[in-house]
């Protein structure tokens, strides 16, 4: 883990608001603990209830898969913080099964990976940004995942929701780069978390031969903490003129022409 400072070496987010979204486990729950060591006043949220915030942080359950629950957490982040500098939103996924099809997706999953992967943060933004632009500075961070271009007929949905959150990104980073705020996105590749494990374990005929064959080419499997170092240095001010990029932290998993 990189705790980043800045050059007197105080923490670097000292004073500054931050929410993540999906923040109760995995990557998530690691971007809440980096935050709150480099200094940042952090609300985590997510569906489940059964989570203990670290200490430092506070929590709210909020299912931001519809617009009610979007403006319910866009409520508590001002009754909290009072707004944000920092956004990072990391809730995602969508269900699928070995073996499934493209043409086998329901409507209703289609529906609800655009909803959580994609419409989340674009009604988010549209609650949370405008303060931002008032203010001319804010940090953005879209968690996309870095397995977007081998097709997979089962996660069919899913890869087009985060590919729709990348082009989303890039056009919102175009928009409100001239009010001091950055967007970025950053593409996870496979990394041991428990949404992850789950998937994998259930999906892998044989564990053992499925581990030596997906071990990614820089030999281990990421950690949580890998993907909230890139997230730290994206919100921070050592990326002060880095906006409307992707970045894949994948080990060298998918390479991107």
């Known amino acids: 883990m990189t705790t980043v400072e800045n050059g007197s070496g105080a923490p670097a987010l000292k004073g500054k608001r931050a929410l993540v979204t999906g923040g109760s486990r995995g990557i998530g729950a ?3 603990r980096q935050l709150l060591d480099a200094g940042a006043e952090v609300l985590a949220t997510a569906r489940s ?4 915030a670290p200490e430092g942080a506070a929590f709210v359950t ?8 979007t403006q319910a957490l866009a409520a508590a982040v001002r009754e909290r913080l009072g707004g944000v500098d920092i956004l990072v939103h990391n809730a995602g996924g969508a269900r699928a099964d070995e073996g499934a099809s493209a043409m086998a997706i329901s409507a209703g999953e289609w529906q609800d990976a655009l909803d959580l992967n994609l419409m989340a943060a674009v009604r988010l933004n549209s609650l949370l940004v405008p303060a931002m632009r008032e203010r001319g500075s804010g940090a953005i961070v879209h968690i996309s995942t870095a397995a977007l271009l081998p097709p997979v007929p089962a996660f069919a949905h899913y890869q ?3 590919a729709g959150l990348e082009s989303y990104s890039r056009a919102l980073a175009a928009e409100l780069a001239p009010f001091g705020i950055r ?7 496979r990394t041991s978390t428990p ?4 998937t994998r374990k259930r999906w892998a005929r044989d564990d053992e031969a499925s581990a030596a064959t997906n071990t990614p080419p820089i030999g281990r499997d990421g950690q949580p903490d890998d ?3 890139a997230v730290l240095f994206l919100v921070s ?6 906006t409307g990029a992707y970045l894949s932290v994948d080990g060298g998993e998918f390479p991107r022409n």
């Open 237 to 242: 001010d050592r990326a002060s003129w880095l």
């Open 62 to 69: 909020a299912d931001i898969r519809t617009e009610a629950g």
């Open 160 to 162: 087009a929701s985060k």
């Open 227 to 229: 993907i909230a170092d």
């Open 30 to 32: 690691a971007v809440v």
């Open 183 to 189: 967007v970025n996105a950053l593409g996870p590749g």
């Open 49 to 52: 209830t059964a989570y203990t």
């Open 195 to 198: 949404g992850g494990e789950e």
